[in-house]
């Protein structure tokens, strides 16, 4: 286990942001939503921020096999490699597009998750945002599904655990999209309480509100489902609310959000309207309960949003409240 380092107080710490150029290197196909640009303009947009002065560029590593297994079938992971590495456009499992450097490139964004759990739990950092391609919360441990090859939030789970003694996990996942994967890799888990705002009925057609966990994890999943069209009374409210009183009585060690900003207004593949400023005010909140819950242990993976402009912008505002935060603004 990595020891806690206690050499920075509070006002030394910054927030990390987990980054690297071979997240452009996973090549979907020419009209993709899912692009290299997206994490090109959202690196632009956070190292021109007013804040940029307050954020820690920190480069992946790599996941190992021991990493993925935490939470993937091994045989999966195989096939994944072998998909991959010969040559395919699609994992064989559905409809996950891939190219020659996908496999490194899922590799190093499961790792970068693990790293940002590593600097936040020995606190070298206060918090981090992980600008990780692909998105991961849609895979399950046997399969890829959406634009995701493997769970980067539920590796980044299992490890605190596994490897930094973290006892409870919550993940909070405000994309517009359900996060399946995330939900049937803790769904018999009661170490993982896994709350979910999204499009209803959307891709990839669950997340009802009466999927709540099942055996030892009956009452640790949470899903709000919302209509086309709905934006911050919704979403919000679900977080200040529901959210918020389940977490206080679970008592995380750690909270983990899965950061998708296909929920802005005007992405292409959803239907809510929140605005740059509600993402601010979510990750606010989640900062608040972190501080109250889990000592401040926050980690931030990017998952969807596919509207250029309004990624990066929304980005900024999301990385915004995690710098000011830690910054004790």
Same mark, same amino acid.
């Not at 891709?203 to 966990?213: H, L, M, V």
């Not at 401040?296 to 998952?303: A, C, D, H, K």
């Given at each position: 286990m990595i020891q806690e380092s206690s050499t920075a107080t509070s006002i030394d710490l910054k927030t990390g942001i987990v980054h690297?150029?071979?997240?452009?290197?996973?090549?979907?196909?020419?009209? @993709?939503?899912?692009? %290299?640009?997206?994490?090109?303009?959202?690196?632009? @947009?956070?190292?021109?921020a007013d804040y940029a002065h307050r954020l820690e560029w920190l480069a992946p590593r790599p996941a190992n096999r021991e990493d993925l297994l935490r939470c993937h079938l091994g045989g999966y992971i195989d096939l994944a490699r072998r998909d991959i590495q010969g040559g395919g456009a699609y994992l064989s499992t559905g409809d996950t597009s891939i190219g020659p450097r996908s496999w490194d490139t899922s590799l190093m964004a499961a790792g970068g998750a693990c790293v940002a759990v590593d600097v936040v739990v020995q606190r070298s950092v206060k918090n981090a945002?992980?600008?990780?391609?692909?998105?991961? @919360?849609?895979?399950?441990?046997?399969? *890829?599904?959406?634009?995701?090859?493997?769970?980067?939030?539920?590796?980044?789970?299992?490890? +605190?655990?596994?490897?930094?003694?973290?006892?409870k996990v919550l993940v909070a996942d405000w994309d517009v999209h359900h996060g399946n994967g995330t939900q049937d890799a803790f769904y018999e888990d009661d170490s993982v #309480?896994? #709350?979910?705002?999204?499009?209803?009925?959307?891709?990839?057609?669950? *997340?009802?509100?009466?999927?709540?966990?099942?055996?030892?994890?009956?009452?640790?999943?949470?899903?709000? %489902?919302?209509?086309?069209?709905?934006?911050?009374?919704?979403? #919000? *409210?679900?977080?200040?609310?529901?959210?918020?009183?389940?977490?206080?009585?679970?008592?995380?060690?750690?909270?983990?959000?899965?950061?998708? #900003?296909?929920s802005r207004d005007g992405d292409p593949l959803g239907g809510f309207h929140l605005e740059d400023e509600d993402f601010a005010d979510l990750t606010r909140l989640m900062l608040d309960?972190?501080?109250?819950? +889990?000592?401040?242990?926050?980690?931030?993976?990017?998952?969807?949003?596919?509207?250029l402009h309004g990624l990066g912008s929304s980005a900024r505002a999301h990385c915004g409240a995690l710098a000011n935060h830690a910054a004790g603004d």
């Open positions: 690297a150029d071979i997240f452009t290197e996973h090549d979907t196909g020419f009209g @993709h939503p899912e692009s %290299p640009a997206r994490y090109v303009v959202i690196i632009d @947009h956070l190292r021109n945002f992980c600008v990780l391609r692909p998105p991961g @919360h849609h895979a399950t441990p046997g399969r *890829g599904m959406g634009f995701c090859v493997f769970n980067n939030t539920a590796v980044a789970a299992r490890y +605190a655990q596994q490897c930094h003694g973290i006892g #309480f896994v #709350f979910s705002t999204h499009q209803w009925p959307w891709y990839p057609g669950t *997340g009802a509100r009466d999927e709540t966990g099942y055996g030892r994890g009956l009452g640790t999943t949470m899903n709000r %489902p919302f209509p086309a069209g709905s934006g911050r009374k919704e979403v #919000f *409210g679900a977080f200040a609310g529901e959210l918020l009183d389940a977490a206080r009585r679970f008592k995380p060690e750690l909270v983990l959000i899965s950061a998708g #900003f296909d309960l972190a501080d109250e819950c +889990a000592e401040g242990r926050l980690v931030s993976l990017l998952e969807g949003g596919y509207e």
